[in-house]
C-alpha cells in the first residue's frame, strides 16, 4: 500500500554533482525514518545516509562532507545532494521509509532503485 520511488541517477564524471529524491506515497500517518542505501556489483548494500523526524542525521564515512540528506519542500520527499562524485560511488541507490500508515499498521518500504555512474 505505502511505496517508495526513487528518480534522479544518471552518468556523470568525477567531480560532479547529482540531486536523487525518494517520494513515498500511500495512506500515511507519519515517515519516522528514510534511508538511503547503495549496492555496487559484487559488493554488499551498504547504508549511505538516515535522516530521522527530529531531523537527525547520520552519514557513512566514506561520503560525509560530500553528501547532504534532507526533507524536500515537496510532501513526503526526501532529497540526497551528492557532489564531489568519484568513481567509487557508483552503484544502484535505493531509499527505505519507514512509519506508519493505514489503521497504525507499521510500514517498511523500499524503492526499485537507481543507478547511479560515475566516470573517470
Known amino acids: 500500500q505505502v511505496q517508495s520511488v526513487e528518480s534522479g541517477g544518471g552518468l556523470v564524471k568525477a567531480g560532479g554533482s547529482l540531486r536523487l529524491s525518494c517520494v513515498t506515497s500511500g495512506v500515511i500517518f507519519s515517515i519516522d525514518v528514510v534511508r538511503w542505501y547503495r549496492q555496487a556489483a559484487g559488493n554488499e548494500r551498504e547504508l549511505v545516509a538516515h535522516i530521522s523526524s527530529d531531523g537527525t542525521t547520520i552519514y557513512a564515512d566514506s561520503v560525509k562532507g560530500r553528501f547532504t540528506i534532507s526533507r524536500a519542500n515537496a510532501k513526503n520527499t526526501v532529497v540526497l545532494q551528492m557532489n564531489s562524485l568519484a568513481p567509487e560511488d557508483t552503484g544502484v541507490y535505493f531509499c527505505?521509509?519507514?512509519?506508519?500508515?493505514?489503521?497504525?499498521?507499521?510500514?517498511?518500504?523500499w524503492g526499485q532503485g537507481t543507478q547511479v555512474t560515475v566516470s573517470s
Open positions: 527505505n521509509a519507514q512509519g506508519y500508515g493505514d489503521n497504525t499498521r507499521h510500514f517498511d518500504s
